[in-house]
């Protein structure tokens, strides 16, 4: 299963982005702030993986 969402809010000056992935192995978080007025922005994100074993029988 792969499945991300994107938003974005702001105006003519700011902008916030938030990403939330998931595609089952990995995810990840990212936030985002733009200032249109300085032609800056700043962004966080968090990548986290998610071990999948499988169970053996011997």
Not at 13 to 36: C, E, K, P, Q
């Amino acid at each position: 299963m792969k499945e991300w969402d994107y938003y974005y809010v702001g105006n003519d000056h700011f902008g916030v982005a938030l990403t939330i992935a998931d595609n089952s192995y990995m995810g990840l978080d990212s936030i985002s702030y733009y200032n249109r007025f300085t032609v800056k922005g700043t962004a966080a994100s968090r990548v986290f993986f998610r071990i999948i074993a499988k169970a053996v029988r011997m």
